[in-house]
């Protein structure tokens, strides 16, 4: 006669389990695709400087604009360079 109330709690018991298993996957799944990043990629990208032809990084270059073109250097002698020519 007590077995009811039994079976009634592992019923409900298992409800909830599947209730938050379904709760769990779907927070899993609806996560959102945060991948931040690429900001760092043109900082290290290599330009070439037009006077000694070598290849230096965007942040370690020396730039200048030059009819609207941004030209980088190796050294600030080969932006002295450029500008004399
Ligand atoms: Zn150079």
Not at 1 to 8: A, E, G, K, V
Not at 41 to 67: A, Q, Y
Request: proline share 5%; with cysteine; hydrophobic share 40%.
């Amino acid at each position: 006669m007590w077995r009811l109330p039994f079976y009634l709690l592992s019923i409900w018991l298992g409800f909830k389990f599947v209730r938050w298993a379904l709760r769990y996957l779907e927070s899993n799944k609806s996560e959102p695709m945060i991948r931040s990043g690429n900001d760092k990629k043109c900082v290290d990208d290599l330009v070439k400087d037009p006077v000694c032809g070598k290849f230096v990084p965007v942040k370690n270059s020396i730039s200048t604009v030059k009819n609207g073109n941004q030209v980088h250097f190796c050294s600030e002698a080969c932006l002295k360079q450029y500008l004399d020519q």
